[in-house]
């Protein structure tokens, strides 16, 4: 604050003076530079307070969720009843605050993605606490009475304090974030990194505290803080550079060793001892030092610019053809990385696959990795621009995409299947913990069950995984919420089996049952989102489609099971056809509330309520047809509404499936051929027109091409980032026409305009004030490119798309507004210069440090709003087919040659 304080005062003064100086000469140049001076520094000045004080206020909600942290690392150690009421005295007014101030904090921010989180995070202690406090009563009353299901109780309740803990912590990181980067993932090593850093940071006093307390006991929280400070060390070993791996290693596994022989000191009675200081002395000062080494390993990470491969199988797809189009140039490996995770993930996917769809894609796998290989290989030895390899990588291009789209198809027909039964794995676990004492074979059950059920969770969380990197597309919300989903999932699992577990032991527990029902509901809403998520992400379309086929196989199952009068086998066909057919009517319900078009959804719901009403009488003829497998009438009937149900599915196929093309006019039918003549008097060729007399016929407009500008032609410099950005906006729409499409030309004029502000501002041609004009074109731009956007988002039937393409749309006008004023003050850095000096290709370099941190604004600025223009046009193509019928929208959206095969 001081700093920021003195800034201002001194550039009051010089205010003052330039006053004076201009009222005794109004063109004095002096006074020109300290009125420039004084203005920017009256600007930055009052900045940098406003900074400061947020930054205090948010200082002060990270104190209090501090000491949430703190009350939660001594949970396990409440033992009694007392005890635990003194607890939730303590903790209750800490929530409350934290719960007031984050909710007040999230309404402030800019930023949409760092609202959902608080509100998710926020929502997820709400839910939580009173679990953990359930649990931390059942342990106390096992313990105490020293019954059975004791450690199970202890799991439950550091399971949910530890999930509090990283919710609490990850409101922690978030508060801290002053910036939001569209390809930054919460997968990604980087953000991962950050994270381990901030609870290596929470966990830093705990430690401490226990290091400085010769009579703290093994196995207590503070011993626990420092390995938890270890293993979360040792994660961020795991993905930074080489050179800070090896130190952090080291000192991880210095710090174990001395704190294995401190805890054997202090369990033998020896804790007040010199040896054992000493020890203490030096594991304080290792934490201090592995502290260190961890924030320069991220530092360095962040700063070394080392791209790592998406996260989606689109993504690696797209990275994969930026270096097939030139494989001779070095992407640090980036594309062959990428090539590499495609071929693994559909290895993955085909596990899973039945025996011919197995072999095709694990074929295709195999293609594409020896091809990919043999590229490498050229790339390696310099003959990457040969013939040869430019065959191999356009021939690769090609089965990259076969096999992106045989990935996504395998991800649904994995959908389809996994999630056809989501109730009864939990249902037949519940009964079995819910069984009497007494119940013949109640422990085995429960065994048996239990096992069913973590094999449907890790099945349910392994397609959660291939759908959000192979289905998703570049849906990066939805690919994480995935990825969280099919996590949480994991994670409930054994809580839920450990609390069934103490149901069986106390059946009569109030709490018992309570803690139990709170679980089983927690599991069952997660396991509900993951398939919500599922749905959402796969092509509703294909997923009916091949919920058809599967019901048709489960027919021809059926129809085997009457002619061998198998009853049982019957049962169960019948049962997988109403699951699927109930599948297919949960999506069209989510289609049609998702849909403001009013005949999708009329047409939608009639298709529904046909389906709906088909299914109750198949599954009743069915149950004829199991009781007397010999009756041919019964069987006759179940044919008969098994077609109805078919024939309903298919309609309701039909209805969700858009056909973009139903108002084209059929053609004509050909001419007879009998009654066509060559010689025909009546059709003899039209008179000549007249020639020109006085001009020549204009000419015709030249064929729509990109190549009359040149600021595209060479791939730009990594020091070039505002022209990277410019150029990955530039490669991104010129792959659609921009005839009769106003959005695709406007961000057409968008990244030329910024190519333009990237050759100004590195000195090739122009002065300040081409470079504030510059800035001022593309902020006008990016007001035209809302505006375009939000005229077809507002005749958009999709809610999900018209919702995504205005979040996307919305940051547009702030950030070219920003890029403006920086562009204003990046050209008032220049002092008196009127052509702006060339820095030799690179676009911050030099100056002072000043000039250096507006450049670097101006190149964050830059980038996220070609980013933003980028989401913007997918978004609006993915809306483009969901338009009223009525609304009169003429945007045409067709695709040109791809950009990597030009």
């Not at 990181?173 to 930054?184: A, F, G, H, I, K």
């Not at 200081?277 to 594991?283: C, K, Q, V």
């Not at 969700?656 to 009546?682: F, H, W």
Request: net charge negative.
């Amino acid at each position: 604050m001081p700093a920021a304080l003195q800034r201002v005062e001194s550039a009051s003064k010089f205010l003052e003076e330039a006053s004076a100086m201009l009222k005794s000469d109004p063109y004095s140049q002096p006074a020109r530079k300290k009125l420039i001076e004084g203005s920017r520094g009256i600007l930055q000045g009052t900045s940098a307070l406003l900074l400061c004080f947020d930054e205090s206020e948010v200082r002060k909600i990270i104190r209090e969720c501090k000491r949430v942290l703190d009350y939660l690392a001594i949970a396990e150690v409440v033992d009694s009843l007392e005890d635990l009421v003194r607890f939730v005295q303590d903790l209750s007014p800490c929530l409350s605050k934290v719960s007031r101030e984050v909710d007040s904090r999230q309404q402030e921010l800019t930023h949409q993605v760092h609202r959902e989180i608080l509100l998710r995070c926020l929502e997820e202690v709400k839910t939580l606490t009173p679990i953990l406090i359930c649990s931390m009563k059942i342990f106390i009353q096992i313990h105490s009475d020293g019954g059975r299901g004791g450690a199970e109780a202890a799991v439950n309740r550091d399971y949910l304090a530890q999930r509090m803990s990283d919710e609490i912590n990850e409101i922690i990181r978030v508060l801290q974030l002053t910036t939001y980067d569209e390809e930054e993932w919460d997968a990604d090593n980087l953000t991962g990194m950050k994270r381990a850093l901030n609870v290596i940071d929470s966990k830093m006093q705990g430690g401490h505290d226990w290091l400085g307390d010769p009579r703290a006991l093994r196995g207590g929280v503070g011993e626990k803080s420092v390995r938890g400070i270890l293993d979360e060390a040792r994660k961020v070993a795991e993905h930074c550079l080489p050179q800070d791996r090896d130190p952090i290693k080291k000192i991880c596994s210095d710090i174990s060793s001395m704190t294995n022989a401190l805890c054997e000191l202090r369990q033998s009675g020896q804790g007040d001892s010199p040896q054992a200081e000493s020890l203490s002395r030096a594991i304080e000062q290792k934490l201090n030092e592995l502290t260190g080494l961890v924030l320069r390993a991220v530092t360095n990470t962040e700063r070394s610019g080392i791209l790592q491969p998406a996260h989606t199988v689109t993504g690696r797809l797209d990275q994969a053809r930026r270096w097939l189009v030139a494989p001779s140039v070095d992407d640090k490996g980036l594309g062959q990385r990428a090539i590499a995770l495609c071929v693994e993930e559909a290895r993955k996917v085909a596990d899973g696959l039945p025996g011919v769809q197995k072999a095709e894609l694990l074929n295709l796998s195999d293609e594409v990795d020896s091809l990919y290989h043999h590229l490498a290989e050229c790339s390696r030895r310099g003959d990457g621009h040969t013939p040869q390899a430019l065959a191999i990588a356009n021939q690769l291009i090609h089965k990259l995409a076969e096999l992106k789209n045989k990935i996504q198809s395998a991800v649904v027909s994995r959908v389809v299947e996994d999630f056809v039964d989501t109730v009864t794995p939990l249902k037949t676990f519940t009964d079995a913990a819910l069984a009497a004492e007494g119940t013949p074979g109640r422990e085995a059950t429960f065994s048996d069950r239990a096992t069913t059920l973590q094999s449907f969770s890790n099945r349910v969380a392994k397609t959660a995984r291939m759908v959000a990197a192979g289905g998703c597309g570049d849906n990066k919300k939805l690919a994480e919420s995935l990825l969280s989903g099919a996590a949480q999932v994991e994670s409930l699992t054994p809580q839920l089996v450990n609390a069934g577990r103490i149901r069986m032991a106390y059946p009569d527990n109030q709490a018992v049952n309570e803690h139990f029902e709170n679980l089983r509901v927690q599991y069952a809403d997660a396991v509900n989102r993951v398939r919500h998520h599922c749905d959402e992400a796969v092509d509703p379309g294909h997923f009916i489609q091949l919920s058809e086929e599967a019901i048709k196989k489960h027919t021809v199952l059926c129809e085997n099971a009457i002619m061998s009068q198998q009853p049982g086998k019957m049962v169960d066909n019948t049962s997988s056809i109403a699951r699927l057919a109930n599948r297919v009517l949960m999506v069209a319900r989510q289609e049609a509330d998702n849909s403001e078009d009013p005949m999708f959804i009329q047409t939608l719901a009639w298709a529904a309520d046909q389906l709906q009403g088909t299914v109750p009488p198949m599954v009743h003829k069915a149950k004829d047809v199991a009781l007397s497998p010999s009756d041919q009438t019964a069987a006759a009937r179940w044919r008969t509404l098994n077609n109805e149900l078919l024939g309903a599915i298919g309609n309701v196929k039909n209805a969700v499936v858009v056909y973009p093309d139903d108002n084209v006019p059929d053609l004509p039918p050909p001419p007879e051929i009998q009654k066509l003549y060559l010689n025909d008097a009546s059709d003899r060729a039209p008179p000549r027109p007249p020639s020109p007399h006085q001009y020549p016929p204009p000419r015709p407009p030249p064929p729509e091409t990109d190549d009359e500008d040149d600021m595209f032609k060479h791939t730009p410099q990594p020091n070039q980032p505002i022209m990277m950005a410019a150029h990955g906006l530039h490669q991104e729409v010129r792959q659609w026409s921009s005839k009769d499409n106003d959005i695709v030309a406007a961000a057409k004029r968008m990244a030329l305009l910024m190519a333009r502000l990237s050759q100004l501002v590195r000195g090739e041609g122009g002065n300040k004030k081409d470079l504030i004009a510059c800035a001022k074109e593309i902020a006008e731009s990016s007001e035209e490119v809302t505006r375009l956007a939000k005229e077809l988002a507002r005749d958009c039937t999709d809610k999900r798309m018209r919702t995504s393409l205005l979040q996307v749309c919305e940051r547009i006008p702030t950030i070219g507004t920003q890029l403006k004023i920086l562009s204003t003050v990046k050209a008032t850095m220049l002092g008196a210069q009127d052509t702006i000096p060339r820095r030799l290709d690179a676009e911050v370099i030099g100056g002072t440090e000043e000039d250096r941190e507006a450049t670097e604004m101006l190149v964050g600025n830059a980038q996220n709003l070609m980013q933003s223009v980028k989401e913007t046009v997918r978004a609006a193509e993915a809306a483009s087919i969901k338009m009223r019928t009525d609304a009169g929208v003429r945007m045409r959206w067709v695709r040109r040659q791809p950009w990597y095969q030009y």
